[in-house]
T-cell receptor, first 112, second 113 residues
């Protein structure tokens, strides 16, 4: 079956620091890849996505590139802000029922 | 544009009680899902549905039941609640095709005591 492995957290950074959260996956076929963000007390929101090899998803200064050769989809941001503090989930979808498989999530705290 | 609406937001149940978590979407999505999120863990799929009248088990279906009589509604039933069902429950919906992600509800925080 499908699986997603995310970098263990929590991650604590100072404002304006560079962020990388690693994500690798195993899947049959050609999955679509996603990053979701969950702010405290809220549901998950789609942050960015990529659907084929070498696609780069981007949103709100975050980026991730679909690397089929390394089965990875690492999340990056050049300069984090306090407002980026949240839990980030890597996820893949494949199969006829489009079931999302999630990583365990990475808690990010950004200090001023 | 309501999206996916879940009720209630919070609930405390006693062991052995039953309840239904409600989920409604107004986007005409055929695909709907129930996930649970335990502390420090990712989301685990409980049940899903690819259309009215069609449901199937996910990764952790034991102790739960679902029905899908309309496109809009996908309620989750807990029978004989147990402490292991203490969790945050998320409902989501998705378009049938294309590289789209899910739209999630805001969640129901359930505590079984």
């Amino acid at each position: 079956g499908n699986s997603v492995t995310q970098m263990e957290g929590p991650v604590t950074l100072s404002e304006e620091a560079f962020l990388t959260i690693n994500c690798t996956y195993t899947a049959t076929g050609y999955p679509s890849l996603f990053w979701y963000v969950q702010y405290p007390g809220e549901g998950l929101q789609l942050l960015l996505k990529a659907t084929k090899a070498d696609d780069k998803g981007s949103n709100k200064g975050f980026e991730a590139t679909y690397r089929k050769e390394t089965t990875s989809f690492h999340l990056e941001k050049g300069s984090v802000q306090v407002s980026d503090s949240a839990v980030y989930f890597c996820a893949i979808v494949s199969g006829s029922a489009r079931q999302l498989t999630f990583g365990s999530g990475t808690q990010l705290t950004v200090l001023p | 544009n309501a999206g996916v609406t879940q009720t209630p937001k919070f609930r405390i149940l006693k062991i052995g009680q039953s309840m239904t978590l409600q989920c409604t979407q107004d986007m005409n999505h055929n695909y709907m899902y129930w996930y649970r999120q335990d502390p420090g863990m990712g989301l685990k799929l409980i049940y899903y549905s690819v259309g009215a009248g069609i449901t199937d088990k996910g990764e952790v279906p034991n102790g739960y039941n679902v029905s899908r009589s309309t496109t809009e509604d996908f309620p989750l039933r807990l029978e004989l609640a147990a402490p292991s069902q203490t969790s945050v429950y998320f409902c989501a919906s998705s378009q049938d095709r294309g590289p789209y992600g899910y739209t999630f509800g805001s969640g129901t925080r359930l505590t079984v005591v």
